[in-house]
């Protein structure tokens, strides 16, 4: 079983910079493709960012694509989400998410239903 804990959102100004992180325990992390998806309220969840098990393939959404990174660190079992320029509609709950298969694809690397674990969340709200 892999248990996901995410960390890092809170209270941030338009143009301003957050970084979340997601701890991973149980499994073997460093096999894993890595997500993060958002949901802000009344919307459904949606794709952020993902990445590989070395680190060497990521995608984005469109929305993030040149202000958010995604990286990972194998040896502390953690996933980060920087996050730049951030405006208001960032605003949302954010979720780590582990595919525990491995496999890469940049298509499936989008779609919520690759993943099998989910973290609670964090929040995030950007004010303008």
């Known amino acids: 079983q892999v248990h996901l804990v995410e960390s890092g959102g809170g209270l941030v100004q338009a143009g301003g910079s957050l970084r979340l992180s997601c701890a991973a325990s149980?499994?073997?992390?460093?096999?894993?493709?890595m997500g993060w998806f958002r949901q802000a309220p009344g919307k459904e969840r949606e794709f952020v960012a993902a990445?590989?098990?070395?680190?060497?393939?990521?995608s984005f959404a469109d929305s993030v694509k040149g202000r958010f990174t995604i990286s990972r660190d194998n040896a502390k079992n953690t996933v980060y989400l920087q996050m730049n320029s951030l405006r208001p509609v960032d605003t949302a709950d954010y979720f780590c998410?582990?595919?525990?298969?491995?496999?890469?694809?940049?298509?499936?690397?989008?779609?919520?239903?690759?993943?099998?674990?989910w973290g609670q969340g964090t929040q995030v709200t950007v004010s303008s």
């Open positions: 998410a582990a595919d525990e298969r491995g496999h890469w694809t940049i298509i499936t690397s989008t779609k919520p239903t690759s993943y099998a674990y």
């Open positions: 149980g499994g073997t992390f460093s096999s894993y493709v």
């Open positions: 990445i590989n098990w070395s680190g060497s393939g990521t």
